[in-house]
């Protein structure tokens, strides 16, 4: 069974850089023709795509987002990350790891929060 | 950016009645390659991640019970369940995956009646 599972600090300061981690368990994460994926929702709101990348290493980011995001893939640990540079308080949020199975998200890890405060 | 919107916001409705949710995209999302509507219907209860419901506007995902429908096609998709358990009580979300960036609506939150 395949399960996702994000990582990451729970509090950075504004203007810092915030890098989580999305460890995938239960299958390489190579194996399939998947789109790995980050989503994120603040608290009582709805859900924003930030982007994805392939299992070959391409990114697709969010134009609202591009300027500050990139995404990598580690294949010897298993696992995608992203990393949102210049955060501010809009950034706060459940940050959400996801697989995308060529139409749809099927797979999610449970989410972690990010609080950007000073 | 597609913009989805979904009509209501939010709807109580008796255990074992009906339950509309309907959902617009901002532009076709139907691909005349495969002639499928790319729209997604998500369920998200608190505390969790969205599950995935229904794909392709209305292809149910495995072990979803079948009371969850979808329909609707271009621009207009509705997410139906036909009889209301106590555990479907959620937030539902539509999501395009026609272009990116992705989008999703904002929510129809479903309660009991």
Known sequence: QVQLQESGPGLVKPSQTLSLTCTVSGDSITSGSYYWTWIRQPAGRGLEWIGRIYTLGTTDYSPSLKSRVSMSLDTSKNLFSLRLTSLTAADTAVYFCARFRSFAFDLWGHGTMVTVSS | ?113
């Open chain 2, 1 to 113: 950016d597609i913009v989805m919107t979904q009509s209501p916001d939010s709807l109580a409705v008796s255990l074992g009645e009906r339950a509309t949710i309907n959902c617009k995209s901002s532009q076709s999302v139907l691909f005349n390659s495969d002639k499928k509507n790319y729209v997604t219907w998500y369920q998200q209860k608190p505390g969790q991640p969205p599950k995935l419901l229904i794909y392709w506007a209305s292809t149910r995902e495995s072990g979803v019970p079948d009371r969850f429908i979808g329909s609707g096609s271009g621009t207009d998709f509705t997410l139906t369940i036909s009889s209301l358990q106590a555990e479907d009580v959620a937030v539902y979300y539509c999501q395009q995956s026609y272009a990116t960036p992705f989008t999703f609506g904002p929510g129809t939150k479903v309660d009991i009646k």
